[in-house]
Structure formats: structure tokens, C-alpha cells
């Protein structure tokens, strides 16, 4: 030490600075955070603002074709009406040959063609038509130009606006049409052409279209006009014979100027049929005008273009959206349903990376900036707090030590100078009791928070994984995306574990508790995991597969390493303060300041797990396996139906509360864990005392003491009731979403077959004589044909493939309507009693869908009443809010005002298995024969969609009651149920 350059107070004046030493350290390590973090938050704003424009950017390919298919659609339904006027048409012109209004309107010309006739002709209002040379005129011949010719005349002029014309071809060579822009077409057309080899019309040959659907030429430009055009053909056919095409000219100009103008910032829209001819392209349309529209990508020599293509063919199929690599862009493609043609939106990866690099710039010099402020402020508050106390102590300590008895310690400081060695030791004792008690509290909190990192799987029969949870990327370090569809044995270190795991599972009776094994991480080191699981079982006991739960164990396998090598730190520590006995007291005051922050630490540590707890309806428990006492926490009181405190928590208080189908079960596994020391994890339900039943699911692990005893349990509990309940609803909802498709197919099908039987056997039974045997067997046959198609209309109703004809009307007429029609067809001997409103309680809904599903009910009620003699049947409407408290009725319908109609009997009732299923399609009760099995799965159709529900409740020996909530129509925004009830005055009726 330098004695010669002394302070004022005559001690050694130091160049190093504490206070700017630990600015240094701590800026280095605040910076490397801020850069840190807004590394991290610029790949996560990358990642968000991906997903955002992503779906952004499927909403806006759909809205885009559902805008641009506007005319499209509207050519099909022109084509249909068409059609349907020129088969009625024929039909009602018979066998007739208007041969005298035929030569009124055309003339055979000198080049032996047929033609409009000049005289009074104005093409601009009226119809023209060209038949080429040799076309043989005939009676049918005649019959079909002059009705193509009425048809041109009425609905050219009124479709004009939007179609540049209307116009018919025969396949004998003729055209019928209207064009007011070029109205001598029909004159100037050439002689000798022949119609059937040009596109327009060879498109609806049965060569070309077997199938007889509508088609869509190929891209055309038209030099008149100076536009792109588009022609779209229908072929119509009698008795398997072409008779007709129709045919329109779409222009395509407006499409085409807002595909290429109108788009998103930096991204470009083009058009393309899916055998890769181009309808149109931002950067290609001299190459199309040049082609004469007939373009493909492949003869373009343009590599990304062609790339483009290829994976649009390979993946339009799959998605909406998909990266493409090949141009660092995102694709969206979405096939306009009436062309076939795919409407494409190139979004270039480089607009989002912009956005984010631009934001965590911002971070960056926020982060700076408040690096600086914090540097300052904390320069002076250690200077104030830390230094100047420090340097009068150390100036204490020297003096004393060069042998200046004249210090006084003991008259400033009489703690510490009076008895420096027996205040530092009780100080030690003091500080080791203190940390080893918070010690403790922290790895009891630790383990606690540890235990809801476990990794839930769900695998089939073959160890193929179908569920995982998101907490396997901490296990494993895969997203769940690339373990779906994977088998779990293929992460084995040792495949012979799935073998073993298998095993143990059967010997278990298909339930296995702690079983540990190797797993192999992404990045490729091994994973030591401890897996509790049992097999799911099918409505039938058959065994479909397996779930489970997870657990890391790595850290608890070295935990005995890490114990030993923190004991030998400790007793170095303790060895290093017993020898530097000054030094420590020199930093008494910034050990007790840490100590307090610590104490703090720990305090808001535990007053979030409260909140986590009470939030997450998880509860926290540990029990002392040598005393036997138990703690719960606050919300495990809670869970088990008592008020923190109520009662005095013990592991037969927890046993007593297991259902019991599932104490004895409970009771193994917590004696196996036990006499294991292995983990404990168990599903069961509890009943509280005011007798409702909950889901729980419990798990825990036992802490052994310094000698390997068995210390203590600690776990905790978590209420899944509700979650169950969702798992359950989503399930039955899938269900009857799959069922619905699969139904709705078979309808169509059912349909289509239905039809030709019953018109065939209509026209059969006109020919026959209704005294003849087989007059009756066609009626037989007819009749049973009307009843599938019945069965059909439901079935489709059920599947909601047909919108809902929606009219204002009163829910009172209906109701009253309907019990009438039930008295009339039911015995006498059952009752009927109404409770309606006075007023009229309109709905916005298909009035005979509702009509179908309140007969349904009433039919279904009756059905369960049977023979009683006493049978009653309740009808009531009532008005219902359903406010956000409403748990069983949402998220089922929205928030609002609805009208609730309530269908009782007093029938035999029914247990909650057949409750939980009579909306199901095809689950009847009924002997065979009796019921098809659709009424209520075909009414809880109607009413879902009419945003409604529709439920049922019911006891065996006390009846049933079936609930319809339909939406109500509000006269002003602010109404609320109150004055509902006022306008509707609800009542007896």
C-alpha cells in the first residue's frame, strides 16, 4: 500500500471507484440485454406481423373473388334461366311448324344461305340469325330458330348492359343472337363459314363436353370493340340430342384493369386457368394481346413464372396461403368456382421484414436511451448510499489496524465495536438459519411451479402421436406441428423402451405410474423423462389408444451432484467469512440490504402463486411424512367446497372427498407413490359437501431428507371440470359436423336417384289402366318413393346445405297452429295446455322449418307418453335474456334477447345417456319401423341455424322438457328485456 498520497482524514486515497466499477458492469450487461431482447422481439414481431398479414391476406384473396365472380355468376344463372326457357318452351310448341312466321322473318339468298330479311330490320333493337349454306330447314328446325328468335328479342336488350351480347347456336350451322354494336353481323357474315369448328361452339360438342355442363372458351381479344372478351356456352340437350348452345361474350376489361391496378402495397394480382394458359398478368399482357389471348405460362421462358405454376398446381388444393420459396414470397390462391380459373396474389416476404426492422430500431434506441437515464441515476445513489458509507468504515478498520487506540468503534457503532467477534459469529448464526429457511420455502415453491411444466401426449395404438402439448418444445425442443403424425418411439434413445413401456402398461391393468426413459432433444443431446399414462378405451371397451403425461426428471438426476457440490460451496463460503472476520463486517450493511430484497423477492414470488392459483383454480399442498401434517392452500380449500380454514386438511379428509367408484384407486396410487418415493399423478372426481361432483387432477413427488428417508409429499390440484365439459361439447360438435357432410352427400345422392324413379314410374302409370294389377303396384311404388324423399328433405335439413327462407312472423300463431294439428292427430284422452303472450313476439326465421321443428317436439313428446292415460303436454313462451352469467347457454347462442319455447310432458323421462344422444342423427328409441331417428337431430339443425340452441331436460319418472331459444327482433338498439316484456306483455293465453 501507497502511504504517501493520504486523504484529508489521513487514510490512503484509492484511484479505483466501487461506484464506477459497478456502473461499468452493469451497463455492459443492461446493454447486452437490450440487444439481446430486441433481437428476441424483432423475430417475434416478424412472427406476428407474418400471421397478421397472412390471414390479412386470405381475407383478402376471398373477398376478391367473391367480388370479381359477380359477373360470372350471373352468366350462370342467365344460362340456367335460359335453359329452363327453352326446354319449357319446346315442350309447350308440340309438334306445330310456324312455317309462315318463319319465311315473315328470314329470307334464302342467292350464296344459299339463310338470313334476317332487311325489310324493317334494325339491328340495334332487334334479333338477327345466320343459317349456313346446306342447313337442312325442317319443321323441328323452325320450331327452334323462332323460339331462339323470341328469347333474343326479350331478354338481349335487358342484359345488354352487362353482357356485350345474347346469342343461340345450332350444331346444323346457325346462329340466333342480339348485338346492338354490330348489327349487321348476321349480313356480313361470310359464306362459306362454318360455325361448329370454331371454339365457341365445338366447346359444347359431347366430344368436348361429355358431361354437358357449362364451359368457357379461352381468352380473345376483340379488335372491334378493342377489348378482352371471354364467351361462355351451355349446351341443351332433349332425349340425349343437341338441340341448342347458348351462348354470352363477357367482357373482361374491368376485371382485368383491377386485377393489375388494384392490390395490395408491393404485392401484384394475376389470373391463369389451371392448365396454365394466362387470362391475365401486370408484366405479360403485351405477350397476351400478341398470342391472341392463348398464352400458356410454359411457352413463356419465365422460370418463376413456370415455378409459380408448379406449386400453385401442387398446393392450391391444401390451402389458401403458402410460402413460395422460389421468388421469397407468399402465395394466395382461391379458384373462382364458376370459370375454374385461379385468382393469384404474389405478397413479397421483404414488405413484412421492413415493418419489423423498422420497429425494433425504435426498441434499440428506446433501450439506449434508458440505459443512459438508469447509469445516471444509479451513479448517484450509489455514490450517496454505497461509497461515502463504505470509505468511513474501511477508514475505521485501518485506523485500528495501524494501532490507532484512540478510535472509538464502540462510542458510534457500540453493536460491532464493543464485541466485534461474538456480533459477527451471532451474525453468521443468524444469516445460515435465515437462508436455509428460505431456502427451503424456494424449492417448495420451485417444485410446485415445476410440477405444471409436464408435456400431455395422446398417441394411437400404433405410437403414432395425435395431441401434444406446446410445453414438449421445452422437453424435446420440436413445435407441435412437426410431432403430429410422428410415432413417439422414433425420440427413444433405446427402442426397446416402447417394447418395455407396452408391457408395463398391460401388466398394470393398462394404467403405469413413473416410467423413465431416454429421449433424444432436437438439437440431439439425451432427455431423461418420467411418464405416467393409461389407455382410452372406446364406447365399446375396446382400446384405441394411449395419453399421458410427461415429465423432464434431468435436473433431478443430477440433483444429488448439484446438492453435493452446493454443500462444499457452502462450507468453503463459511470457512472463507470465518477467516476474513473484518471483511464481513465491513459488508454487514450491504448483506442485510440484499438479504431484505431477497426477503421481498420471495414475498411477491408467493403473492403471484396466490393469484396464479386462484386464477389457474389450482391448489397447492404438502404433507410432512414424519409428522403427518398436511397444508392446503387457499384455493385447494376452495376446490373441495370449503373456505380457507374450515376445516383441518388431512390425507383422509382428501380420501373421504374422492367419488366412490374412484377411492379405491386414488388410495393404490397414492400408496404406490409412497412406497415407490416415485412421482404421484392421478385423475378423479371429488364431491363436495353441497353433494356437486368436480373434475380434479392431482399430482405430486416425494422429497427425501440428507439420508435418503422419505421427508415429505408436496403436489398440487387442479379443477378440470370445466375443461372436460369443452373437450366434451367439442367432440359432440365435430360429431354431428362430420355426420351432417357424410349426410348431406348421401341426400344429394339419394336425391338424384329418387328423381328419375318417381317421373318414370308417373309416366308408366298414365299409360296403364287403373283397373289393372299393376296401376296399384306403380301407386305402391310412387307412394314409397314420395316417403325416402321425405326421409331425403330431412336428412337434408339436418346436414344445412339449404339456407333458411327467412320472414317476420308471430311464434303464438305458430305454437297455436301446431297444437291444433297435434289434437287432431293424437288420442283424445291427452291433454294440452298453452301459456302465450297477447302480444305478437316476432322472429326473423323460415317459417316452415320452425313449423317442421315444434312438430317434431310436440310428435316426440306424445311418443313419450305413450298409452298413459293422464297424458299432458305443456306449450310456453316466455322471453329470455341471455347475459354473459348465462354458462349453460354460452358461447351455444350470442349475448341478447330471445323467445324461449318450452315443450313438457309427463312421460316416462329419460337417463342422461339417451339425453346426452337424442340430437344425434339416427339414435331413436323407437321399435324398428316406427322412426327414421332425424325429427330432433333435424330441429336441432333448423334452430342452430337460425343462431339458436336447442336442449333437453329430463329424469326417469318425471317427464321431459325440450327448451328452443330463437333470437327475437329488436324495434330499437337500446331496447332491453324490460321492454320487451312491456311490448310483448307475455301471458296467460
Known amino acids: 500500500m501507497n502511504l504517501n498520497n493520504q486523504s484529508n482524514d489521513g487514510l ?95 329470307a334464302l339468298l342467292p350464296d344459299g344461305t339463310t338470313r334476317t330479311r332487311l325489310e324493317g330490320f334494325d339491328g340495334t333493337k332487334q334479333a338477327f340469325a345466320f343459317f349456313g349454306k346446306n342447313v337442312k330447314i325442317d319443321a323441328d328446325f323452325r320450331r327452334r330458330a323462332m323460339l331462339l328468335l323470341d328469347l333474343s328479342n326479350r331478354f338481349g336488350p335487358a342484359w345488354h348492359h352487362t353482357f356485350q351480347n345474347v346469342y343461340f347456336t345450332m350444331p346444323e350451322n346457325a346462329l340466333v343472337g342480339y348485338w346492338p354494336d354490330f348489327p349487321s353481323w348476321a349480313h356480313d357474315a361470310p359464306t362459306d363459314w362454318y360455325m361448329p369448328d370454331e371454339e365457341f361452339m365445338s366447346v359444347a360438342s359431347f366430344k368436348n363436353n361429355p358431361n354437358r355442363e357449362m364451359s368457357w372458351t379461352g381468352l380473345f381479344f376483340d379488335n372491334p370493340s378493342k ?111 364458376e370459370t375454374g380459373w385461379y385468382f393469384v396474389t404474389v405478397y413479397p416476404k421483404k414488405i413484412i421484414s421492413g415493418i419489423a426492422f423498422a420497429t425494433a430500431q425504435i426498441v434499440l434506441l428506446l433501450g439506449a436511451l434508458s440505459l443512459i437515464l438508469e447509469l445516471l441515476i444509479m451513479f448517484f445513489v450509489l455514490k450517496g448510499q454505497v461509497t461515502q458509507p463504505l470509505h468511513s468504515v474501511l477508514g475505521a478498520i485501518q485506523r485500528i489496524g495501524r494501532g490507532d487506540l484512540t478510535a472509538r468503534l464502540d462510542d458510534k457503532r457500540s453493536d460491532e465495536l464493543g464485541g466485534l467477534a461474538v456480533e459477527v459469529n451471532a451474525m453468521a448464526t443468524t444469516l445460515e438459519e435465515d437462508v436455509t ?10 417444485s410446485i411451479l415445476e410440477n405444471m411444466q409436464d408435456v400431455y401426449c395422446r398417441t394411437d395404438m400404433d405410437g403414432v402421436i395425435v395431441s401434444v402439448s406446446a410445453s414438449v418444445s421445452d422437453l424435446l425442443g420440436y413445435g407441435i406441428s412437426e410431432l403430429i403424425g410422428k410415432k413417439l418411439c422414433d425420440y427413444y434413445v433405446n427402442p426397446r423402451d416402447r417394447d418395455s413401456f407396452m408391457k408395463s402398461l398391460q401388466d398394470g391393468d393398462g394404467v403405469i405410474s413413473a416410467f423413465e426413459c431416454q429421449l433424444r432433444h432436437k438439437d440431439g443431446h439425451k432427455v431423461w423423462a418420467s411418464t405416467n399414462a393409461h389407455f382410452l378405451f372406446d364406447e365399446n371397451g375396446a382400446v384405441v389408444g394411449i395419453e399421458g403425461t410427461t415429465r423432464n426428471i434431468t435436473k433431478r438426476r443430477q440433483q444429488d451432484i448439484e446438492v453435493l457440490s452446493a454443500q462444499t460451496k457452502l462450507q468453503d463460503l463459511l470457512k472463507e467469512k470465518t477467516e476474513a472476520l473484518s471483511r464481513e463486517a465491513a459488508n454487514r450493511l450491504a448483506a442485510e440490504n440484499a438479504l431484505q430484497e431477497r426477503s421481498l423477492e420471495l414475498m411477491a414470488t408467493k403473492d403471484n402463486l396466490v393469484r396464479a392459483q386462484s386464477l389457474g383454480h389450482m391448489g397447492s399442498w404438502f404433507q410432512d411424512l414424519k409428522t403427518n401434517d398436511v397444508q392446503w392452500s387457499d384455493e385447494q380449500f376452495r376446490i373441495f367446497g370449503y373456505e380457507p380454514g374450515e376445516i383441518e386438511p388431512s390425507r383422509q379428509v382428501f380420501l373421504d372427498a374422492v367419488h366412490s367408484r374412484d377411492r379405491e384407486r386414488v388410495k393404490e396410487t397414492v400408496d404406490r407413490s409412497l412406497e415407490n418415493k416415485g412421482p404421484l399423478e392421478v385423475e378423479c372426481r371429488i364431491v363436495r359437501p353441497d353433494g356437486e361432483i368436480r373434475d380434479i ?52 345422392n339419394l336425391n338424384n336417384l329418387l328423381l328419375p324413379i318417381m317421373a318414370l314410374n308417373q309416366l308408366v302409370r298414365e299409360k296403364l289402366d287403373k283397373e289393372t294389377p299393376e296401376y296399384g303396384y306403380l301407386d305402391k311404388s310412387i307412394e314409397a318413393s314420395q316417403q325416402a324423399r321425405d326421409i331425403v328433405a330431412k336428412v337434408m335439413a339436418f346436414s344445412r346445405q339449404e ?79 341471455v347475459g354473459a352469467n348465462d354458462e349453460k347457454l354460452l358461447p351455444e347462442i350470442a349475448i341478447g334477447n330471445y323467445v324461449e319455447i318450452i315443450v313438457s310432458d309427463n312421460g316416462s323421462g329419460m337417463d342422461r345417456h339417451t339425453r346426452d344422444r337424442i340430437f344425434d342423427p339416427f339414435f331413436t328409441t323407437k321399435a324398428v319401423g316406427k322412426g327414421t331417428g332425424l325429427g330432433l337431430s333435424t330441429s336441432h339443425g333448423i334452430i342452430i341455424k337460425h343462431g339458436g340452441t336447442i336442449f333437453a331436460n329430463s329424469e326417469i319418472g318425471k317427464g321431459c322438457s325440450i327448451h328452443i331459444y330463437l333470437p327475437l327482433i329488436s324495434k330499437k338498439k337500446s331496447e332491453n328485456l324490460h321492454d320487451l316484456e312491456q311490448r310483448y306483455s307475455i301471458g296467460a293465453k
Open 697 to 748: 387432477y392431482a399430482q405430486g413427488h416425494i422429497e427425501l431428507d440428507a439420508n435418503g428417508a422419505k421427508s415429505r409429499m408436496v403436489g398440487i390440484v387442479l379443477d378440470i371440470t370445466d375443461r372436460k365439459s369443452l373437450e366434451q361439447k367439442l367432440f359432440h360438435s365435430q360429431k354431428i359436423e362430420s355426420l351432417g357432410s357424410m349426410a348431406g352427400g348421401v341426400a344429394h
Open 12 to 106: 490512503p486515497e484509492r484511484k479505483g471507484s466501487l461506484a464506477k466499477t459497478t456502473l461499468f458492469k452493469m451497463a455492459f450487461r443492461i446493454g447486452f440485454v437490450i440487444v439481446a431482447m430486441t433481437t428476441i422481439f424483432y423475430f417475434h414481431v416478424i412472427s406476428a406481423i407474418t400471421n397478421q398479414s397472412l390471414e390479412q391476406l386470405e381475407k383478402y384473396i376471398h373477398e376478391r373473388v367473391e367480388r370479381e365472380r359477380g359477373i360470372f355468376t350471373l352468366a350462370t344463372k342467365n344460362h340456367k334461366f335460359l335453359k329452363d326457357q327453352i326446354l319449357a318452351g319446346m315442350a309447350d310448341m308440340g309438334e306445330g311448324d310456324p312455317k309462315e312466321f318463319f319465311d315473315k322473318n328470314f
Open 437 to 446: 429457511r428460505r431456502e427451503e420455502t424456494v424449492r417448495s415453491l420451485s
Open 227 to 337: 377489348t378482352w372478351m371471354v364467351s361462355v356456352e351451355t349446351p341443351v340437350d332433349i332425349g340425349g340430342r343437341h338441340i341448342v348452345t347458348i351462348g354470352h361474350d363477357i367482357v373482361l376489361k374491368e376485371l382485368m384493369d383491377r386485377t393489375v391496378n388494384q392490390n395490395l402495397e408491393g404485392a401484384h394480382n394475376f389470373i391463369l386457368r389451371p392448365d396454365g394458359r394466362l387470362i391475365v398478368h401486370p408484366g405479360k399482357m403485351d405477350a397476351l394481346k400478341k398470342a391472341g389471348g392463348n398464352q400458356k405460362i410454359q411457352d413463356l421462358n419465365d422460370p418463376e413464372l413456370t415455378a409459380m405454376f408448379e406449386a400453385i398446381k401442387n398446393g392450391v388444393a391444401d390451402k389458401t396461403v403458402f410460402d413460395f420459396e422460389g421468388a421469397n414470397s407468399y402465395l394466395a390462391v382461391v379458384k373462382i368456382p
Open 803 to 881: 339456407k333458411p327462407q327467412r320472414v317476420e312472423f308471430d311464434v303464438n300463431d305458430i305454437l297455436g297452429h301446431m297444437v291444433d294439428l297435434a289434437k287432431s292427430a293424437l288420442p283424445s284422452t291427452m291433454t294440452f295446455s298453452m301459456n302465450l303472450s297477447d302480444r305478437p313476439i316476432t322472429i326473423l326465421a323460415d317459417k316452415t322449418q320452425i313449423e317442421t321443428t315444434v312438430m317434431n317436439v310436440l310428435t316426440n313428446a306424445a311418443d313419450a307418453i305413450g298409452d298413459k292415460v293422464d297424458g299432458h303436454i305443456d306449450v310456453t313462451a316466455k322471453l329470455r335474456e
